[in-house]
């Protein structure tokens, strides 16, 4: 029961009860609910913010777990970065190189991946410098691996080639070593019929007639036919800008338009044209300018041939073209 308040009549000196109506009492506890309204609101923004409730707490917690994917995710990156790196140098500078490639230009390698507008929807988080970061770095790897991909599908076409083009080049020595008795170098020499200073454009390879000749890389006949200075000659076109001479052979075994492989029997030896010894005088061409054929299996050169380089052209001319024989 509320207190009983009483006011004093001076008049009369005595003390009257006051009589309060339910709207007295009223204003009599609004203060009392005001303050403790502004009070419990006061509390519950305190404790909104600093008590989260299970579902911020689960919030934060898959919060944290995703910034912790994203900095393992940037490791991870930055690995793979340094790994193609270093595959793209040994790329440019073992492979390509080895091939006759040029090497993949930095500024294709390393071009950018789009305008800004492409990462605008990640801006405006707490994180967003993070995941536009790792957002790049992901676009720029994948897209330097295409690149890198494509070099390398570049490289399997070459090896292809090359492989080829090791087929075709003329490298093997068009007469077996145990039936050559002397040599004759590259180089300028007296001709010795002729007597005239000039050019030696070939190798000429002594032996006994009727020695077999053989093709010294794979590649078509093109030529099959006699010349007063080279008699019954044959040239191989090998492909690549490479073609080989044949000349004063006893025989042709082949006929102009076949299809030869390296090692294959294409004509015995001879000493038709301008030629006093029994002899195969061998050409090596690419792209129409004359070659040292010793150049193309100088690792099998065997001691004749050995003493020969060590010689003048004279020498050499003298040694290479004993007495003449049938």
Not at 24 to 52: C, E, R, V
Not at 117 to 144: E, F, H, P, W
Not at 306 to 315: A, I, K, P
């Amino acid at each position: 029961m509320g207190k009983v308040r009483y006011v004093f009549n001076p008049d009369n000196l005595t003390f009257s009860k006051i009589e309060l109506s339910i709207k007295d009492h009223l204003k009599n506890l609004l203060p009392f609910f005001s303050f403790s309204l502004f009070a419990g609101i006061a509390l519950a923004i305190a404790a909104f913010y600093k008590f989260d409730s299970p579902a911020q707490l689960q919030l934060k917690k898959q919060q944290e777990t995703i910034l912790l994917k994203y900095q393992l995710l940037t490791i991870q990156l930055i690995a793979l970065k340094e790994e193609l790196d270093t595959i793209h140098s040994k790329d440019n500078f073992m492979y390509r190189s080895f091939f006759g490639a040029e090497p993949i230009p930095e500024s294709m390698y390393k071009a950018g991946t789009g305008g800004t507008d492409k990462y605008q929807k990640l801006r405006g988080y707490k994180q967003s410098n993070l995941m536009i970061g790792v957002s790049r770095a992901t676009d720029m790897l994948s897209k330097q691996m295409v690149v890198q991909s494509k070099s390398f599908d570049e490289i399997i076409e070459l090896i292809k080639i090359k492989e080829q083009m090791y087929k075709c080049l003329p490298v093997l020595r068009p007469v077996k070593l145990e039936a050559i008795d002397g040599i004759c170098t590259f180089g300028m020499r007296v001709q010795p019929l002729l007597k005239i200073y000039r050019m030696h454009k070939g190798v000429d390879l002594c032996g006994k007639e009727g020695t077999q000749i053989f093709a010294s890389g794979d590649g078509v006949v093109i030529k099959n036919t006699f010349h007063w200075s080279l008699g019954n000659y044959i040239t191989i076109n090998h492909g690549f800008g490479y073609t080989s001479v044949y000349g004063h052979l006893q025989k042709s075994l082949v006929q102009t338009g076949d299809k030869v492989k390296r090692g294959d029997l294409i004509a015995l030896m001879g000493t038709t044209g301008l030629s006093n010894v029994v002899h195969l005088h061998y050409e090596i061409y690419k792209n129409g300018v004359e070659q040292n054929p010793m150049n193309f299996y100088y690792n099998d050169l065997i001691d004749v041939e050995l003493n020969c380089l060590s010689r003048n052209n004279s020498e050499a001319e003298s040694f290479a073209m004993p007495k003449k024989r049938r």
